[in-house]
């Protein structure tokens, strides 16, 4: 740590006036949130992997989108929040189910069937794991029939301890 | 009368905790038995159990840390050896990179960009083992291109899940 006078202390992390708290989860890192929606909903990596050619135009872009908020957490919780819905609602990862083709907002969407799908790949995209048999499926479900709310869903998800702690790097 | 159906609500309710109380104790075994398994195959590696989401009780996890490098299993047990591979077959439907692992529990895929993620069956068990790595901790692997740093890191996190999933079906088989 450097004080104001320039002298240097421990190498200890301190967190800045009036930014976030300090996190020791690589998630909570801009650039690597976005790089795991690009792995988990779209299947490539940003940076480049044998499949595809590296789309770090995209990847800057989302990230910007968050990093701008600077230390405003409500404004970063809205972004990521906004961020996973993006993916959610992206024509790449839309043409991989076709319950998924019609988004809310599409004149096509069948609630019935397009919210318990979502929640669906909720549990698959965000917590790597198939929710068949899993009482939170319904419990999810029918919270999403009751609001509508597709953030709050996406929000719970992201801020769980389960999708926290998968080994992010 | 009242009284009768007053005693069969109460036995029936205590044979509702009692099962609720057995899948309790299930999961604590199975807990203790994959600690004391992999404790002694991963020498310095630490763990803990890690808290489901909301409304999902039904699933152990379990997250394995060293130095920039970690581990997360998921084991969801179903009714059924045959009820849990219906479920794969649903959990695999929609993924296009997966990779049979042959000789891994009963039926074992390689799945996910890296095709790194594992997941098995062994019994009426699915398992769920995913790792990660910060290559750049490796000074050398700062230096190579983008793609030859994808393939070090897939290389090295392929390597970790199976090894760990190899372990679970050890400690899942233990008496």
Excluded at chain 1, 1 to 23: A, S
Excluded at chain 1, 26 to 43: A, E, M, P, T
Excluded at chain 2, 11 to 35: H, M, N, P, T, Y
Aim: glycine share 8%.
């Amino acid at each position: 740590m450097v004080t104001m006078q320039g002298n240097v202390h421990d190498n200890v992390d301190v967190p800045c006036p009036g930014g976030p708290p300090l996190t020791n989860n690589n998630i909570d890192s801009s650039r690597v949130f976005v790089k795991y929606h690009y792995l988990d909903f779209l299947g490539r990596d940003p940076a480049g992997d044998q499949s595809h050619p590296p789309d770090l135009v995209g990847w800057n872009f989302w990230t910007s989108g968050i990093s701008e908020c600077v230390f405003d957490l409500n404004c970063i919780h809205g972004k990521r929040i906004a961020t996973g819905l993006a993916f959610f609602y992206s024509g790449e990862f839309i043409q991989t189910d076709p319950d998924m083709a019609n988004p809310p907002g599409s004149p096509g969407i069948n609630p019935a069937i397009y919210n318990r799908r979502f929640v669906y790949w909720c549990y698959q995209k965000y917590l790597h794991r198939d929710p068949t048999g899993d009482p939170g499926w319904d419990f999810w479900t029918n919270d999403l029939n009751s609001n509508g709310d597709y953030s709050h869903m996406i929000d719970a998800f992201q801020l769980s301890e389960d999708y926290r702690d998968r080994p992010f790097f | 009368m009242t009284k009768r159906i007053f005693v069969a609500l109460v036995l029936s309710g205590l044979c509702i905790s009692q099962a609720q109380a057995q899948g309790q104790v299930d999961f604590d075994r199975l807990d203790e038995k994959l600690s004391r398994h992999i404790e002694t195959k991963m020498p310095g590696w630490k763990h803990r159990r890690d808290q489901p989401m909301l409304n999902s009780p039904n699933v152990l996890i379990e997250v394995w840390s060293f130095p920039e490098k970690g581990v997360k299993i998921q084991i969801v047990p179903y009714k059924s050896a045959e009820e849990a591979r219906e479920v794969l077959r649903g959990f695999l439907k929609y993924e296009r990179d997966k990779e049979e692992l042959k000789g891994l529990g009963d039926e074992a895929y390689a799945w996910g960009v890296k095709r790194a993620d594992v997941v098995f069956l062994r019994g009426k068990f699915i398992v769920y083992v995913e790792a990660g790595t910060n290559i750049d901790a490796d000074p050398t692997a700062r230096r190579l291109s983008a793609l030859e740093r994808f393939e070090l890191e897939r290389t090295e996190v392929k390597r970790l899940s199976k090894e760990f999933a190899e372990h679970i079906v050890g400690a899942i088989d233990a008496p």
